[in-house]
């Protein structure tokens, strides 16, 4: 089993930025596709970006391109995934999770993923 721990949740101003992490507990993320995904109550789980096991490739919802970015690190020992979101929304508030699969290709589908995150709390405030 693999545990993934989310950081950088909050509150913020409309326009603002947060960064969210996601990390897996005592392991690298180097092998696993990793995805953030979204949730507000009485709405489906949405994907908003993906990344491949490389970081090569990215992939986004259209509701988010050009605000979020989806990047690994590779100079961190545990390849830590952060999500980079810049001009947040009011609509963007939700519980946000990171979900991992090890030697997965790139998906915006929840069934794809394996392992999922606690969940970390993003607001919006307008």
């Known amino acids: 089993h693999v545990q993934l721990v989310e950081s950088g949740g909050g509150l913020v101003q409309a326009g603002g930025s947060l960064r969210l992490s996601c990390a897996p507990s005592?392991?690298?993320?180097?092998?696993?596709?990793v995805g953030w995904f979204r949730q507000v109550p009485g709405k489906e789980r949405e994907c908003v970006a993906a990344?491949?096991?490389?970081?090569?490739?990215?992939?986004?919802a259209d509701s988010v391109k050009g605000r979020f970015t989806i990047s690994r690190d590779s100079a961190d020992a545990k390849n830590t995934v952060h999500l980079q979101m810049t001009g947040l929304k009011p609509e963007d508030t939700a519980v946000y999770y990171c979900a991992a699969i090890q030697y997965g290709d790139i998906s915006m589908n929840s069934r794809d993923y394996r392992y999922w995150g606690q969940g970390t709390q993003v607001t919006v405030s307008s």
């Open positions: 990344i491949n096991w490389s970081g090569i490739t990215s992939a986004y």
């Open positions: 005592g392991r690298s993320f180097s092998t696993f596709a």
